[in-house]
């Protein structure tokens, strides 16, 4: 047998070898590894979540009949119970008009409740529309099927007109597939400030 043929069935012998060391080792090495994870919540985080059926930034998106956008968004939301109402955290909302405008909505908190196509922003309700306009109030119904709100109480605000306040304020279309207005009511005051028309 000459040198080549010996190495050949030495080799033979030796790669089988080999390859099972490195398996074995492979099964010895992760038995020392740490399976113990640590979770990044305290356990009374965990049980109260599962408590209150907590969802942490909930989003949601549709599409009015018209194409409109629609996308309301929050950091914390609880499922509710069935004595209590769902609720959520930093409620914002976008609201993409078919001309191109978006009225954004920013509240402490709020009820989106998709069942009957309804958004409800609670406190401190700040209302921002591409003209220029920014309304603040402490309640604000919306739909999510069409680009249509109410706020029942007062409103304040400041447009390219001036500041106002007003007993109550809606906004929509005033016919179909017509452009969206905002229309103040009840008791309409207005501070005009004809600098800032004229910018």
């Known amino acids: 047998m000459d040198g080549h043929s010996r190495r050949v069935q030495f080799l033979k012998v030796l790669l089988p070898l080999v390859a099972i060391l490195m398996l074995s080792s492979v099964f010895l090495l992760s038995r020392s590894i740490d399976t113990s994870v640590n979770v990044p919540f305290a356990q009374k985080d965990i049980d109260e979540r599962l408590a209150d059926q907590v969802v942490t930034q909930p989003n949601y998106r549709g599409t009015t009949r018209k194409g409109e956008e629609v996308q ?10 069935g004595a209590s109402t769902p609720t959520a955290a930093e409620f914002r909302g976008r609201l993409g008009l078919s001309n191109g405008g978006v009225i954004t909505l920013d509240s402490n908190s709020g ?19 591409t003209d220029g306009t ?66």
Do not use: C, W
Request: glycine share 12%; proline share 4%; hydrophobic share 35%.
């Open 111 to 129: 009820v989106l409740r998709p069942d009957k196509n309804s958004a409800t922003f609670v406190g401190d309700v700040v209302i921002t529309s």
């Open 134 to 199: 920014v309304v603040t109030t402490e309640l604000l119904n919306t739909a999510l099927n069409e680009i249509r709100g109410d706020a029942p109480g007062q409103v304040n605000g400041t447009g390219i007109i001036g500041n106002f306040t007003a007993g109550g304020m809606t906004f929509g279309t005033e016919k179909k597939d017509g452009p969206v207005h905002i229309i103040f009511t009840d008791g309409v005051k207005l501070i005009y400030e004809p600098e800032k028309a004229e910018r």
């Open 72 to 81: 309301i968004q929050a950091i914390r939301a609880t499922q509710g119970t």
